[in-house]
């Protein structure tokens, strides 16, 4: 039982760290595209006039770049739910080989009656490299995210601006086109 519960762990550990290697190039780019966005967007700041016409126009850079926020977001959402089914089915294996061997807590040292050397260092191996990648996409994940929230926090102060900038156009004025008014000179 313990030799089969623990060829499906390293089975899914496998599995899972060339996903995780995927998704942390994945994270590294999106980051590196968030930071090139932000300088160019403060670069942008410096020299347009917020009241111009221009700035109430989204910029095909924009675009792109709520494509691509839209895009991160479903892949990141899809990856963690896989990671999250993955990292379940690992905990319950871990549990069964507890249950199996006698012990209250999981280790890898408690495996190694139950391998070979090559196989117990196999496994050590790839459950080293899945922590670290683990890690590293937890850490960029971190970094990350208060770029969105700033980004957010960006747009939500632009609308206001807009907001702002429509209001004082239509100050002196109503946008509703009235109908002409014709003054009698006769009387």
Do not use: W
Not at 84 to 95: A, E, F, P, V
Not at 163 to 172: L, T
């Amino acid at each position: 039982m313990p030799k089969k519960t623990i060829s499906a762990l390293l089975e899914i550990y496998q599995r899972l760290l060339p996903q995780c290697e995927q998704h942390l190039a994945v994270l590294t780019e999106y980051n590196r595209v968030l930071d090139d966005y932000q300088t160019s967007k403060q670069d942008k700041r410096t020299l347009s006039h917020p009241e111009t016409a221009d700035a109430l126009v989204l910029t095909e850079q924009e675009k792109i770049f709520d494509t691509l926020l839209q895009k991160f977001s479903a892949t990141r959402a899809q990856t963690f739910a896989g990671f999250k089914l993955n990292i379940d089915k690992t905990s319950q294996l871990k549990n069964e080989l507890c249950q199996a061997i006698g012990v209250l807590q999981f280790r890898n040292e408690l495996l190694k009656p139950y391998l070979s050397d090559t196989e117990y260092c196999q496994f050590c191996e790839i459950h080293d490299a899945l922590g670290i990648s683990l890690d590293k996409i937890r850490e960029i994940d971190q970094q990350i995210i208060p770029k969105i929230q700033t980004e957010l926090e960006s747009v939500k102060i632009e609308l206001s601006r807009i907001r702002g900038v429509k209001k004082m156009k239509f100050a002196y004025g109503s946008p509703v086109s009235r109908e002409p008014r014709f003054i009698d000179k006769s009387k």
